[in-house]
C-alpha cells in the first residue's frame, strides 16, 4: 500500500459502512423483528440511558477487546467502523427514508434487501485491506478457527449467539429476526460466491503498519 492507496481506502470503507447502515435500517424498517446485533444494541439500549447509536459503539468497543484476545490484527478500518457504524444506522433511523412495513411477505423481502446490502458494504470495507470492523473481524477470527466451514455457516453461528444475548436483555424478536439470523449467511454466502471474495483471504495491514506507510510517503 502507498498513502493514495490507504486514503482511497477510507473513503471505500466509509462507502461501504454507508451501505452497510442502511442495509441495517432496512431490517429495522421491515417492522418485523430486527436482526440480532440491533436487538442486541436495542436490549442494552432499553436497559441503560443509552440511545441505539451509542449502545452500538459501545457494543463495538467491548467486541473490540475480544478481537483483540483473539489476536486479531486492529487497523484503521476496525476505528472507523467502531466510531461511525452505530451513528450511521441512527442518522438513517432519524431521517427515517422508508414508511414502516404493513406485510409479512413485503417485510421479509425488505430484509432479504437489507442483508444484501450490508453484505455488499461488508465486500467494500473488509477489502480495503486495513482490517474488519469489531464485528466482522469477530467473523473472521471464528472464521479462521472453523475452517471447514463457509463463512456464511460462521455466521449464522455468531449471529444465533448474539440473538440469544439480545432476548435476554429484552431487545425486540419477532420473524424478521429469525430470517435474519438464519438467512444473513446464505445471503452473504451467495453474494460472495458470485464475487469469488472470502473475508479470510484479504492480508489486512494494522494502524502501526498504515501509519509506517503514511510516515514514509
Request: hydrophobic share 50%.
Amino acid at each position: 500500500m502507498n498513502r493514495r492507496t490507504i486514503i482511497l481506502g477510507w473513503l471505500k470503507i466509509i462507502a461501504g459502512l454507508l451501505v452497510f447502515s442502511l442495509g441495517v435500517h432496512l431490517t429495522i424498517r421491515a417492522n418485523l423483528g430486527v436482526a440480532p446485533w440491533d436487538c442486541l444494541g436495542m436490549g442494552i439500549a432499553g436497559r441503560t440511558s443509552l440511545n441505539y447509536g451509542i449502545a452500538m459503539t459501545v457494543t463495538s468497543v467491548m467486541i473490540l477487546v475480544i478481537d483483540l484476545i483473539m489476536k486479531e490484527k486492529i487497523g484503521f478500518g476496525t476505528v472507523i467502523d467502531a466510531l461511525c457504524t452505530g451513528n450511521f444506522v441512527q442518522f438513517f433511523n432519524d431521517i427515517d427514508p422508508f414508511p414502516k412495513t404493513e406485510d409479512v411477505i413485503t417485510g421479509i423481502i425488505i430484509i432479504l434487501a437489507g442483508l444484501a446490502l450490508m453484505a455488499i458494504g461488508q465486500y467494500f470495507y473488509m477489502s480495503s485491506g486495513q482490517c474488519c470492523g469489531p464485528r466482522d473481524a469477530l467473523l473472521v477470527g471464528l472464521g479462521k478457527r472453523m475452517k471447514t466451514l463457509p463463512i456464511g455457516a460462521v455466521q449464522m453461528i455468531l449471529w444465533g449467539t448474539v440473538l440469544l444475548a439480545g432476548w435476554m436483555l429484552g431487545g425486540p424478536v419477532g420473524i424478521g429476526t429469525l430470517v435474519s439470523t438464519f438467512g444473513s449467511g446464505v445471503v452473504m454466502q451467495m453474494i460472495y460466491g458470485m464475487i469469488h471474495f472470502d473475508p479470510r483471504s484479504v492480508m489486512h495491514q494494522s494502524i502501526l503498519e498504515t501509519a509506517t506507510v503514511l510516515q514514509r510517503g
